[in-house]
């Protein structure tokens, strides 16, 4: 009989399923227009029934909401504090 490797167990970290990656983009602004001129396209193919991927319109939609989020965190830190 062939030997079996012992299993993980289910809580352990490689089971928990996707980790998320952090955006390092050199240029944001650049980022979101790409990103803007992809989701135009895709709306486009998916009016025409071109677009089979119809779960990249959402990942994309998610991906702009990204960068504005870090876009504006950026904003708040950049801004001095006022003392109240």
Known sequence: MAERKPRQPRNAPASRGRQKKKDTVADPQARLGELREELFRLRFQFATRQLTN???IRTVRR????MLTLQHQQEL???PRSEA
């Open 77 to 79: 830190m950049a801004r």
């Open 63 to 66: 991906d702009i909401a990204r």
């Open 54 to 56: 119809t779960s990249r």
